[in-house]
T-cell receptor
Framework: AQSVTQLDSQVPVFEEAPVELRCNYS??????LFWYVQYPNQGLQLLLK??????LVKGINGFEAEFNKSQTSFHLRKPSVHISDTAEYFC????????????FGKGTKLSVKP | DADVTQTPRNRITKTGKRIMLECSQT?????MYWYRQDPGLGLRLIYY???????NKGEISDGYSVSRQAQAKFSLSLESAIPNQTALYFC??????????????FGPGTRLTVT
């Protein structure tokens, strides 16, 4: 069965510092990978997704993620964070042929401090 | 420009009461989903529907039921609410034409408290 592990439940970082939020998955088949962001008191918004092709995926708000098949990872990065990036970030996976049903990680709370 | 709306946004209810959460969408999508979010547990799928006549249980359907009244409306019911159903509930939609990833779009959530 597929599963998603977000290795850090909370990540505090200072403004303008780089950040990496880690995500590992397990699946016996090929997968599609997603990162969603949840700002306080809001729903989830798609940051980026990997379907195929280039393993480096760029998303909104300056975020990017790299798919590593051998490591079964899909880590999210941003070179310089802003206060407004404070939110909870969810990694999710769907198996090819599953009609898009998502399995979510438990989330990582990013807290950007001035 | 809320494409996926949920009502109510907040609800406090008592143990044993029946409660319905409603979701409407104007995106024209055929697929709809209900999730619950608990702190530290991420989102878990309760039910999903690929069209009006197709409803499927998700990971945690016990204690819940759903109704797909129309393509644009998908309701979640708690027949007899219990305190451990206190959570944030999200509705989401996707489009079968969104192959291959069928990206999901989320509503703003309903915060339910069962006392």
């Amino acid at each position: 069965a597929q599963s998603v592990t977000q290795l850090d439940s909370q990540v505090p970082v200072f403004e303008e510092a780089p950040v990496e939020l880690r995500c590992n998955y397990s699946s016996s088949v090929s997968v599609y990978l997603f990162w969603y962001v949840q700002y306080p008191n809001q729903g989830l918004q798609l940051l980026l997704k990997y379907l195929s092709g280039s393993t480096l995926v760029k998303g909104i708000n300056g975020f990017e993620a790299e798919f590593n098949k051998s490591q079964t990872s899909f880590h999210l990065r941003k070179p310089s964070v802003h206060i407004s990036d404070t939110a909870e970030y969810f990694c999710a996976v769907s198996e090819r042929g599953s009609q898009g049903n998502l399995i979510f990680g438990k989330g990582t709370k990013l807290s950007v401090k001035p | 420009d809320a494409d996926v709306t949920q009502t109510p946004r907040n609800r406090i209810t008592k143990t044993g009461k029946r409660i319905m959460l409603e979701c409407s969408q104007t995106k024209g999508h055929d697929r709809m989903y209900w999730y619950r979010q608990d702190p530290g547990l991420g989102l878990r799928l309760i039910y999903y529907s690929f069209d009006v006549k197709d409803i499927n249980k998700g990971e945690i359907s016990d204690g819940y039921s759903v109704s797909r009244q129309a393509q644009a409306k998908f309701s979640l019911s708690l027949e007899s609410a219990i305190p451990n159903q206190t959570a944030l509930y999200f509705c989401a939609t996707s489009d079968r034409r969104g192959y291959p990833s069928y990206e999901q779009y989320f509503g703003p959530g309903t915060r339910l408290t069962v006392t």
